[in-house]
T-cell receptor, first 115, second 112 residues
């Protein structure tokens, strides 16, 4: 298993600003993922954070809006850029120790409200 | 289009009874199907994984079935307790794919 922490746990931001969310894992993991969970909806994968290379984005998500860093095997950041109220959501980091199709362990999430 | 539907947004049952949650999918060929529990304000927690060639998997009071012909998974909690109250999510992954696709979840309330 893996223990994951995220910072900040919540934030209220103004339209047009950017927020960087940090994800820290207590052990080295191969795969890290970023999800969005909009109010009343399920989780949608934003991107897979790749160590040492650019993130792999899912359809509908672009690097300019959600730049991701992964400098090592235990840490990643997701930035939500030029925010609008539609970006209000919970952002979750997850990791897999054995492969994307296998069990994923989730962080507690970052609750973002954009005014 | 691809869909993962969890029947019943909300399910209320009496303590001690068996809760049965349903996950149906269309236009997927899942290699794995997983169930997660999510409590308010927290991230999902993994419960069980079942592979496409498995019919049933059990863990303590939990049981999952997987019918690839019906394109359905059933999740059972026997002898349910108020502490089982949470939202339960099914998720599936396809061979060669690099991500999990999640259903919208069923909010279970176990009434004492």
């Amino acid at each position: 298993s893996a223990v994951i922490s995220q910072k900040p746990s919540r934030d209220i931001c103004q339209r047009g600003t950017s927020l960087t969310i940090q994800c820290q894992v207590d052990s080295q993991v191969t795969m890290m993922f970023w999800y969005r969970q909009q109010p009343g909806q399920s989780l949608t994968l934003i991107a897979t954070a790749n160590q040492g290379s650019e993130a792999t984005y899912e359809s509908g998500f672009v690097i300019d809006k959600f730049p991701i860093s992964r400098p090592n095997l235990t840490f990643s950041t997701l930035t939500v850029s030029n925010m609008s109220p539609e970006d209000s959501s919970i952002y979750l980091c997850s990791v897999s120790t054995s492969g994307a199709q296998e069990t994923q362990y989730f962080g507690p999430g970052t609750r973002l409200l954009v005014l | 289009s691809q869909k993962i539907e969890q029947n019943s947004e909300a399910l209320n049952i009496q303590e001690g009874k068996t809760a049965t949650l349903t996950c149906n999918y269309t236009n997927y060929s899942p290699a794995y199907l997983q169930w997660y529990r999510q409590d308010p304000g927290r991230g999902p927690v993994f419960l069980l994984l079942i592979r496409e060639n498995e019919k049933e998997k059990r863990k303590e009071r939990l049981k999952v079935t997987f019918d690839t012909t019906l394109k359905q998974s059933l999740f059972h909690i026997t002898a349910s307790q108020p502490a089982d109250s949470a939202t339960y999510l099914c998720a599936l992954s396809q061979t060669g794919a690099n991500n999990l696709f999640f259903g919208t979840g069923t909010r279970l309330t176990v009434i004492p």
